[in-house]
């Protein structure tokens, strides 16, 4: 029942964000087309070339925005609102409706990631096309070797554990984002027939407690590493900072969540 509740929820949710990615992905297309040609190396067409920057940061910005948050608007409407008399009586448990959420959120925050930086890096490469020699190749390649030995040494360890590393802490930050937005939409639902506003206050309450929380925790911490055991530390503090509280914050969150739908739910 897991598996036909989450291709419902992806289903649900893929009518708007898919489109929009889609779109995302034609853009670059466009924008790779475009860096092809000598549009780039023209200054008379530095006007239309600003235009379509702008336009082009404005749709990325617009379809992360609808990415971030259609999740949580699909998350009250299923539960929440008159379409939770249907979601609240399927032989699922609690923990599983709020599972294929949480999943169905967390794909589609790390589908727009993926499209988003592959987006930039194709436009800025297809932009750049003329200067992408095997001399620069060669002298790139040399780079990246020197930047991972200099890793090495620093950090010990080499460029791409570093990056598997970051992707991780990206992987629980994006689930602290999520899980954040459900848990205040869960919040908010329990004040009366103003489930909505009460939402966005929760939302701006638990984000200010959150970031003061961030705040009082990385301060001390960072000052201390930075005076007594040197810069490089910083990073890993800094990681395992971030990768702690996404942890207990995010599963608290989800944990919260799942015992509110269970004692109390909102569909007045």
């Not at 294929?100 to 589908?111: D, E, H, N, Q, R």
Request: with cysteine; proline share 3%; charged share 5%.
């Amino acid at each position: 029942m897991l598996g036909k509740l989450l291709k419902h929820d992806i289903k649900e949710t893929g009518r708007l964000l898919l489109p929009l990615n889609l779109i995302i992905i034609v853009i670059t297309f466009i924008g790779i087309a475009l860096g092809l040609t000598p549009l780039f190396g023209s200054q008379r067409a530095w006007p239309l070339l600003t235009l379509l920057i702008m336009t082009y940061c404005l749709a990325l910005l617009a379809v992360s925005g609808a990415s971030f948050f259609y999740p949580i608007i699909h998350y009250y409407r299923s539960i929440f609102s008159r379409q939770g008399y249907l979601t609240l009586t399927l032989p699922l448990s609690t923990w599983t409706i709020l599972g294929s959420k949480v999943i169905t959120g967390f794909l589609w925050y790390l589908a727009n990631v993926l499209i988003s930086i592959f987006s930039i890096i194709a436009v800025i490469a297809a932009s750049a096309v003329d200067y992408l020699t095997m001399d620069y190749f060669a002298e790139f390649i040399l780079e990246l070797q020197y930047t991972s030995y200099s890793m090495q040494n620093e950090l010990g360890m080499g460029l791409i554990s570093f990056l598997i590393i970051t992707a991780g802490i990206v992987f629980l930050s994006l689930f602290y984002s999520l899980m954040m937005g459900y848990f205040s939409v869960t919040v908010g639902q329990l004040y009366g027939k103003h489930k909505i506003v009460g939402s966005v206050l929760a939302y701006i309450i638990i984000y200010f407690i959150m970031n003061t929380i961030y705040t009082l925790v990385f301060l001390p911490n960072l000052i201390g590493v930075g005076m007594y055991m040197g810069g490089p530390l910083i990073l890993w503090v800094s990681y395992g900072i971030v990768a702690g509280l996404s942890i207990l914050f995010g599963g608290g969150f989800y944990f919260g969540s799942g015992i509110i739908i269970q004692k109390k739910v909102n569909l007045d």
